[in-house]
């Protein structure tokens, strides 16, 4: 009867029961639970504490600052061959050098600027990282993010004159609001922008987000307990 508890004491055991929780979900909606992708959400994790994950198979991580990223990816990506780490926080444009170096995706291009200098970076360094661009379904003055009536116009700039690869869009519902209108709001946007993927859905709420059709979920706290919030 101890087992289930066991399993939760470790980041490994809470990792292979998120796993299952994605199937259940992805199955219960219709979908190839291969389809879902799931960002383990490593910030303010120091590098033992992420440990037992990449020893456990994963290899797909997130982190929200590229400082605090470029402190400890670097040698784990050495020891761990075919690790992918997304960049999933605000970016700022002096940062853009450094993020295209270290990260294999980034989901938070939410202006003209950001956009303009990573294409140049990429340009410079001879890379090309999948895109998302981040939409601010909640119109939160605090978060970042497009707004949504900005979102076509900025994802045709990247597209078509920046030449960028937009993968599809982000999004990070308000706390106070039902996530599942945002999810449905972004998916619907997506679809009218051509776009497949969906970077939507964190530890509280990824099962709402597959069930509308997220490609991509972030999951923190659930994996690494509460210093991984997310």
């Not at 799931?38 to 997130?62: M, N």
């Not at 990223?69 to 761990?80: E, I, V, Y």
């Not at 992918?84 to 605000?90: A, C, D, R």
């Not at 379904?137 to 937009?166: M, N, S, Y």
């Amino acid at each position: 009867m101890g087992q289930p508890s066991e399993m939760t004491d470790d980041a490994a055991g809470r990792l292979r029961e998120v796993e299952t929780r994605i199937a259940i979900a992805a199955r219960g909606a219709g979908r190839d639970p291969t389809a879902v992708k799931l960002i383990a959400v490593s910030k303010t994790c120091e590098a033992p504490a992420i440990l037992p994950v990449l020893k456990a198979g994963h290899r797909l991580f997130g982190e929200n600052r590229v400082q605090e990223a470029r402190a400890k990816w670097p040698a784990l990506k050495a020891q761990f061959p075919g690790v992918e780490l997304h960049l999933i926080g605000p970016l700022q444009s002096n940062k853009a050098k450094e993020a295209v170096e270290l990260f294999d995706a980034i989901h938070s291009i939410d202006r003209e600027k950001i956009a303009r200098a990573v294409a140049e970076e990429m340009q410079r360094q001879g890379r090309r990282l999948p895109l998302f661009v981040q939409v601010n379904t909640g119109e939160e003055p605090q978060k970042a993010g497009v707004p949504p009536k900005d979102a076509g116009g900025l994802v045709a700039l990247c597209r078509d004159e920046l030449k960028l690869d937009i993968a599809g869009l982000m999004c990070i519902p308000p706390l106070e609001e039902e996530a599942a209108v945002h999810f449905a709001f972004l998916a619907k946007l997506a679809g009218e922008l051509g776009l497949e993927s969906l970077s939507m859905g964190m530890s509280e709420d990824f099962e709402t987000a597959i069930a509308f059709g997220a490609t991509h979920v972030r999951v923190g706290s659930a994996i690494f307990g509460s210093r991984g919030q997310g």
